[in-house]
C-alpha cells in the first residue's frame, strides 16, 4: 500500500534553533520526494523536489534528503524564524502507471520567540 | 504574477443546494486538480485534468464534478452538497515539476 509517514506530528523550537523532520515513504514505483509548508489556513507552498537519483536539494535554510534506499527523508531547518510556523508535508511521487502524489499529514512546527 | 484564484474563499450553504467553486490560473499549465483537507486526512485529490476536455477521478471523486472548457479554468461543481463535504478545498495547476497551490475555499454545508 502507497503511503507517507512524517514525524513527529508536532514540534515546538526556539527562534534560532534547528529542527530536523523525518519522513518514511512506501510508494511503488517511486519517482519523487517533494516537501510543502503549509501556513494554517492557505495553500502547500513547494519548498523541494527530489527525483530518486538526488541526495539533498536546498532552498535557503531548508535542506531536504532522501535516502532511496531505506525510503527514508528528512527536512532540515536552520536557524529558524517565527515565520517557520507552519504545518510541513512530505509528499511521494509514483511513477509508470503509479503516477500519482501520496500525502502525508504533516509536521505541525511551532517556532517560538 | 503566476498564481491560482478561487472563488468564493468562504462559502457557507444548505444541504442540496447546487454550488460551484472557480478556480484559474495564469499560468498556460495543463494539469490542474481540486483536492479537499480535511484535519487528521490530509490532503486528498478529488478530480484532476491533464488538459482541456480530459478530467478523471482522483481518490474522492463522490459528490462532485468538474470541467475543463478551457486551459486556465477548472471548476468544481456540487450538485447536491451534504454535510460530509463540508472541507477545505484547494485547487492547484501543475508546471513541469512545481504544483501551484490556490488560497483555499472554506465550505460549511448545513
Known amino acids: 500500500k502507497n503511503q507517507v509517514e512524517q514525524s513527529p506530528q508536532s514540534l515546538i523550537i526556539l527562534e534560532g534553533k534547528n529542527c530536523t523532520l523525518q519522513c518514511n515513504y512506501t510508494v511503488s514505483p517511486f519517482s519523487n520526494l517533494r516537501w510543502y509548508k503549509q501556513d494554517t489556513g492557505r495553500g502547500p507552498v513547494s519548498l523541494t523536489i527530489?527525483?530518486?537519483s538526488e541526495n539533498t536539494k536546498s532552498n535557503g535554510r531548508y535542506t531536504a534528503t532522501l535516502d532511496a534506499d531505506t525510503k527514508q527523508s528528512s527536512l532540515h531547518i536552520t536557524a529558524s524564524q517565527l515565520s517557520d510556523s507552519a504545518s510541513y508535508i512530505c509528499?511521494?511521487?509514483?511513477?509508470?502507471?503509479?503516477?500519482?502524489?501520496?500525502w502525508g499529514l504533516g509536521t505541525s512546527l511551532a517556532v517560538n520567540p | 504574477e503566476a498564481q491560482v484564484t478561487q472563488n468564493p474563499r468562504y462559502l457557507i450553504t444548505v444541504t442540496g443546494k447546487k454550488l460551484t467553486v472557480t478556480c484559474s490560473q495564469n499560468m498556460n499549465h495543463e494539469y490542474m486538480s481540486w483536492y479537499r483537507q480535511d484535519p487528521g486526512l490530509g490532503l486528498r485529490q478529488i478530480y484532476y485534468?491533464?488538459?482541456?476536455?480530459?478530467?478523471d477521478k482522483g481518490d474522492v471523486p463522490e459528490g462532485y464534478k468538474v470541467s475543463r472548457k478551457e486551459k486556465r479554468n477548472f471548476p468544481l461543481i456540487l450538485e447536491s452538497p451534504s454535510p460530509n463535504q463540508t472541507s477545505l478545498y484547494f485547487c492547484a495547476s501543475k508546471g513541469w515539476e512545481t504544483q501551484y497551490f490556490g488560497p483555499g475555499t472554506r465550505l460549511l454545508v448545513l
Open positions: 527530489m527525483t530518486f
Open positions: 485534468s491533464m488538459n482541456v476536455e480530459v478530467t
Open positions: 509528499v511521494g511521487g509514483g511513477a509508470g502507471n503509479n503516477r500519482k502524489l501520496i
